[in-house]
């Protein structure tokens, strides 16, 4: 009986150990399938003030309606242009930079057409699409092209506005923030909607 008594005891040294690493082992595993499964990013929820729209008309060469949410800047950078202001959307920390000129020669006029196109352009590094779109109001001598920017960009939407003969207006929106297409999308379809009215309630006033 004393040899059967030491033989048990030496497997249950040597069996206790073994099981214990099993156990382990087994545990390991099932902690780390749920602790380091991959999750997708978060972002806060945005919520979006109601539609209105106010008129813009202070003795400018032009005049539009915008939303209530957004408010008229002069053009710090600068001001030897009376008629440079920008459209701010403090909300969403994005800003509309309206530049305007007084078109004084046909080359003149082609050096701001081909100036607008250049500065959509200049994000074509990080940009994944650019597309064009003709703007044509004849009723209203209300005419240009629309820059629709997408990707990683620090501006979403260019376009200018022209007369085709005296006045010239671009507009670009750019946002103080970080470029990532994930988190902006949602705003950035949304101050389109304000962009459209811009344009379609855009314009010229003679001077």
Known sequence: MGNLEQRLK?????????????????????????????????YFRIEFPAKDYLPFDQGFPYTFNYP????????KND??????????FPRFNGTLH????????????NELIEDSRTLAFKHTVKATG???????????KV???????????????????????SNYLRAALYFDEVPRIDSLA?????????????IKSFRWKEK
Request: charged share 20%.
């Open 10 to 42: 030496r497997c249950l040294r040597c069996f206790v150990p073994f099981a214990l690493l099993a156990l382990f082992a087994v545990t390991a595993c099932n902690f780390s399938d749920s602790s380091y499964a991959p999750k997708p990013r978060g």
């Open 68 to 75: 209530t949410y957004g408010k008229i800047e002069p053009d």
């Open 79 to 88: 001001p030897k242009n009376p008629y440079w202001i920008n459209l701010h």
């Open 98 to 109: 309206l530049s305007y000129y007084k078109i004084s020669s046909k080359k003149q006029f």
């Open 130 to 140: 650019i597309d064009e779109a003709f703007i044509s109001y004849p009723d209203k």
């Open 143 to 165: 005419y240009g092209i629309y820059y629709t920017i997408t990707g990683n960009t620090a501006s979403s939407a260019q376009f200018y506005l022209t007369d085709s003969s």
């Open 186 to 198: 949602p705003v950035i379809d949304f101050l389109k909607e304000d962009l459209n009215v811009f």
